[in-house]
């Protein structure tokens, strides 16, 4: 198998088969029941000695896309669907994205060298954690744990965006009633009805309608 190294990202290559195709432009597949998405991928930053060779080897076993990164990039890649990565002191700054969103799920690996630093890994916000040395049901079990975990937080993160976007609609739509109830002596109930009818004829959200007639307002006065 040829070398892929990148040079942003260290001494990396696939290992266990070619890099997997853009998966926006594949043919989705239903996984079954606790099994991994076809094209799933795996980034793995540790060192390659024996333990990181039998994490390797169990990953591949998992039939993953992985990739080992060595030594460990200024910051830690994101077109990963998991990323297992060594802890060390200086990774929470290594982690490009902030607490709660995300890109991968990110899996912490404790070679046993150094006191469990318990703040460290709460730091590193991470979806699992595998001490060395580990077994095969150990990498089994903390990849899918991780990868739940990592969807978990995915979905409540959509949920909050959403809740707050709902927010900022019920702020406008409110303002623009006051403005309405103000300009045009309408009553709470006509202003409303104004706002909906004008969305459901332009084909809009009424957070586009209410939003519009506030920026008239300010731009008239």
């Not at 290559?13 to 094209?39: D, S, T």
């Not at 000695?49 to 994101?78: C, M, S, T, Y």
């Not at 990592?150 to 707050?164: A, M, N, S, T, V």
Request: hydrophobic residues 40%.
């Amino acid at each position: 198998m040829p070398d892929m190294s990148r040079a942003d990202y260290g001494h990396d290559r696939w290992i266990g088969g070619q890099m997997p195709e853009n998966r926006a432009g594949a043919e989705e597949r239903v996984p079954k029941q606790g099994a991994l998405p076809a094209e799933f991928t795996v980034a793995v930053i540790v060192e390659r000695d024996d333990n990181g060779e039998f994490l390797i080897r169990e990953l591949q076993r998992q039939r993953v896309a992985v990739r080992h990164i060595w030594p460990k990039p200024a910051q830690i890649p994101l077109q990963y669907d998991a990323i297992f990565c060594q802890l060390s002191d200086d990774l929470p700054q290594r982690i490009p994205w902030v607490p709660g969103e995300p890109s991968s799920a990110l899996i912490l690996v404790d070679d046993g060298k150094a006191p469990l630093n318990l703040k460290l890994i709460h730091n590193c916000a991470a979806h699992g954690l595998l001490h060395y040395p580990a077994t095969s049901r150990m990498i089994q079990s903390v990849l899918m744990l991780g990868r739940e975990h990592f969807q978990y937080e995915r979905r409540l993160r959509g949920r909050i965006d959403k809740l707050d976007e709902n927010l900022r609609t019920m702020r406008l739509v409110e303002r623009a009633k006051a403005l309405l109830i103000r300009l045009k002596n309408l009553s709470e109930e006509e202003a409303y009805n104004f706002l909906r009818k004008q969305a459901m004829e332009k084909r809009v959200t009424i957070g586009a309608v209410a939003a519009a007639v506030i920026d008239s307002h300010e731009l008239l006065s």
